[in-house]
Every structure is written in structure tokens, then in C-alpha cells.
């Protein structure tokens, strides 16, 4: 049996939590957001991924 590391299911497994928001609920979103202000690095996060975090922390109350 071979060895599994978490990036081995990544890769292959469509990660999707039940408070993720939707494609559609993203389409609705994503407009409303900011563009970039200046080039230059490309953020480490996507806007969607963001979003995601500010809402994982609102609804558990993470400090």
C-alpha cells in the first residue's frame, strides 16, 4: 500500500467544504471586489480563497 501525503489527495480530489461558496455565489460576488492597484507580485491567495478564509474566521470566532 503506498504512502499518502495530504498534496496526493489535493491533486486528485475536488476539495470542497460545505461553507464554500458556490460558483454562482462567487459570480455574484467577484465583481464587487477590488481590482489590483499596481503591478507586481502576483498575491499569494486568490481573492476567492480570501473570502473564504474571512468567513471560516467570522463564523468560528478564531481570535
Do not use: C, E, F, Y
Not at 503506498?2 to 465583481?31: F, M
Not at 486568490?46 to 478564509?53: D, M, N, P, Y
Amino acid at each position: 500500500m503506498k504512502n499518502l501525503n495530504a498534496g496526493d489527495l489535493v491533486a486528485s480530489i475536488a476539495v470542497t467544504r460545505r461553507h464554500d461558496l458556490t460558483d454562482a455565489q462567487w459570480a455574484v460576488l467577484a465583481p464587487l471586489l477590488p481590482g489590483a492597484k499596481r503591478p507586481g507580485r502576483p498575491s499569494q491567495w486568490s481573492k476567492r480563497q480570501l473570502i473564504g478564509g474571512i468567513r471560516w474566521w467570522v463564523r468560528v470566532g478564531a481570535s
